[in-house]
């Protein structure tokens, strides 16, 4: 911070200020309604709270149509640090919530909660917080934050998240400085109520501990001036300056320059040049909040111009339409050539749409401007003058602005920093080809942020269309690549059917030399049982393990073979299919492999080990069973699809016959090879101890045990006899069928 | 109730282009007058022949372009250039010498540009630079100032020499423009460059009778041409009208380099009084330079701008081959003002003061 804290406060002292680049001078026009005490607003028949009324984030609505509130009863809530809660303005019930025409330019509807007021203004029981000092700063700024305080100034930024800083606070200031024209409502609450808004900076200094309070009010304000002084006089660290008065003075970069000839840097904060400020509006409603625990239910509306016949200031409700505001200050509409009523200030304010916009917190005049006010000049050519921007308190050039504005020429409005334009309207007040330049800007910054927020959709948009391309590639790429593999096993299915004789040769290689080994294995202790899981990390260092590797290299071979051709199969198959089949197939293929998991569960959980080793056993031979069984389906499949390319219906449905005579064959095939299947099995029931071992080495806690269960299990299976076997290829035969039963039963299941 | 919708803010300063415009005519008024005086009715003349011109023009081609010309004529800027070209060629010049530069002004440097508010140039020293380019005789042809001619001259044979080119007394121009000792007259700033030119001192030459004023070596006519519109060109200063930075930064360049080079041969370089006074550096740096349309926009800009300005005066008054140089050094500079306002952008509040890259883009 290049402006020295001490030097300012001295400065401030001697009364010297700076100044802020350009400015205007509009007629005040203040006296038409600052010299009566702020009346009360009598209660209208209905009240429409927004549930939105600050700058953040909406709460949820907790109160349902129909039910009752007092004044004071919060109608909305959230855990969301920037939403704060609307309250019931007054007692009555709550006739509907629903879309309601905003106090905003736009006019757009937005939830309202609309409230038939019962006239009795009955509160809620008030529960205040004198004792602040004495507690906690989080329950404090709780307080304020219930109390549904945001800031009443113009924006409507929650008050709770700029006194929740942690920041160093080096200046407090207390902005009264009311600068637009016509609007007296911080004039006469600085009047009438100097002592609350002190009360409220005491609660802010409590929280904040800001190194220097400044109050600055305008100088053409001398009563309100001479009251916060009053009030003031006993904290010497609360000074009240009074500001040459000059549009927009009051605005919150303006004002901090002023004071401090310190710059909030653009998209900064004013804490980052150790600045707080707040409105005295906000100052009071705090005070109120704590001192007296009344939520923020109403505020000041100054209703002046030359259409009303009584102007002046009301406490009025939040909520209050203006149309009410209107009767009680005597609108005459015929003072007006067309109606036309203004929210806010004659440089700021925006005109309204309808009669019942409500008041809102952020609402601080209602302007019904009579027709000598209400000028409207016909836009003329920019002559470059230059005005505008002599008076452009941001030191913009207003002129350049409008130009790329009015060209949608929007990347150059941007270098010329349209988004540091405060819309104070200084620039359209003086240009004498009377341009709405602020109407330019308000459009061409709405304009730019619909591109932004368009342009994270598009990339957003193209990202997946890009991810979805990739894979659509990807996707056809793999179909091609199955076709081609499918087409080349069909041709070769086709010109050399000895082929898959030659397969299974040599999966009965395989399967006689596991056969031998099995019978190795049978003899070997139990150490080397779970050899092959050990193989796989040692290979090579016994000469048993090394045929078992090899054994089991043949049957990885012949399954992988297998699989192959069933992956073929499936895809000559589903090639002229629906692609919803390929998922059914996936399914299968899922199913399968969830089989080999049960048994594979099945296997684990038994306890005992005589069962464990016939179970394991007969699920092997089972399985192997099954898998020859599929093998020979898919065989016959592929010949069928060769058969009939361009069909693929019929053949499945040929599949389904085929399985079932399969079934038989199967059975057969069992009852014929049961004593190699035995074989066989023994050497599953290898493989399987050791992919049991494998199973259980995941599971830490529990190895150690099972382990040694295997080892018993191994000795046993040392003495097993030979009619331990037969039994065991009997329920394999069994399981066979079962197996050959389900394999058809999915090939229904497929179909369907 | 159908509420009437305006965009904030509700206010307008009472001031629009119109009242500006009419504002600098008004501010020209001592001047022109003055000329007048010095000059003969012609000037008033050569003023309602423009002003009767521009309007048509303007009226016919906003016409032609479907706009709505009330509007564009009661903003008064074909009527201000109207008067600043007429006021710049010679009273007596012939009626089509004002007409076509007027026409030329609005059609092609203004209208052709897009209308008020698009055109680079300043339509009246566009148009007086094209006048004097192509009609050399007829834009030279200055009679002497009231007190010094051999013939006077009344309303009528102002209207007379205008359209037919002879006096109601059957006078010529040429005879017209001799003074009382027989001598063609010359403007001061030409008599000047034509003494030097003739070997004669600068001191010499302001010996002639053209420089018998009050101001030694000031044209009597120019003196208090220059007056007059130095003091509307004050009042539109103070009147917010006009910024200051343009005219100061023209008229000191000018009046800094005639000092310095008087200093280095003050025989051959007139005085910087002698090039503030003469010629119309007065009525271009605070009428003509000041024209907001086609100079900077920026202060900083401004001063530039003028400086620039002043400096090309200079430059072309002494060494170029036209005694005098506004015009011409407007349209030099006139063509530099987009990079100049680029240049001199001011630093926005909040933002670190400007740097400016490769595509002169503020980084922040
Ligand atoms: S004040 Fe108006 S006319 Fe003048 S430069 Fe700015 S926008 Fe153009
Ligand atoms: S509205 Fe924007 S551009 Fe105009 S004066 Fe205010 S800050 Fe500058």
Redesign the pocket.
Known sequence: MDNNFDDIVKKLENNELWDFH?GVFPAEQKTLSNQNLIAQLPLSKYLYVPVKQHIGVEGQVIVSEGQAVLKGEPLTQSSNPFAVPIHAPSSGKILSIGEHVSAHPSGLPELTIKIETDQQDRWLPLTPMVDYQKQSKMDVIGAICNAGISGMGGAGFPTHIKIGTTKQVEFLIINGVECEPYITSDDRLMREHAWQIRQGIDVLCHLLNPKCVVIAIEKNKPEAIEAMEVACKENSNYQVVDIPTKY?AGGEKQLIQVLTNREVPAKGLPIDVGVIMHNVGTCFAVSDAIFSGKPLVQRVVTVTGGAVETPGNFWAPIGTPVSHLFNEANYNSKAQKQPQAIMGGPMMGFSITDESVPVVKTTNCILLPDAKESQTRKEQACIRCGA?AD????N?L?QQ?FWHAKGKELDKAQDYNLF?????????YVCPSDIP??HY?RVAKSEIKLEQDEKVKADKARERFEKRAARLIAEQEARDEKHRLAAEARKQAMSDSGNTAKDKIAAALARAKAKKEATAKGMSNADESIAPHKANENSGTKASSNERVQAAIARAKAKKEAAQKALQQTESKTANLEPTEISDTDSADSKVMLQDADVADTLDNKDKPAIDKKAKVAAAIAKAKAKKLAQQREEKEAENSIGYPDNANSAVEKNTKETQSDDIQAENLALKKQRVAAAVAKAKAKKLAANSDQVIADDVTTKQDTLQSLDKDNKESQGLDQKKQRIAAAVAKAKAKKAAKDASQKTEDDKS | MNFKLASSPHQHVRRNTGQVMRMVILALLPGVLLQTWFFGWGTLVQVMLAIITVVVTEAAILELRKKDFESAIKDYSAILTAVLLAISIPPFAPWWIVVLGSFFAIAIVKQLYGGLGFNVFNPAMAGYVMLLISFPVQMTQWLPPAGLAQYSHNFNDALYVIFTGFSVDGFSIAQLKTDYDGVTMATPLDTAKTAIAQNLTYSESIELPIFDSLVPGIGVASSWISLGYLLGGLYLIKQKVINWHIPVGMLTTTVVCAIIMSIADSDVYPSGIFHLLNGSIIIGAFFIATDPVSACTTNKGRLVFGAAIGFWVYVIRTWGGYPDAVAFAVLIMNMAVPLIDYYTRPRTYGHSPIKTNKRGINDE
């Not at chain 1, 008076?391 to 941001?394: E, L, R, T």
């Open positions: 350009g927009p505008c008076v452009c308190p941001a913009l207003p602005l540091d334009c405060i819309e104070c309207g200084a620039c359209a330049l602020v800007y």
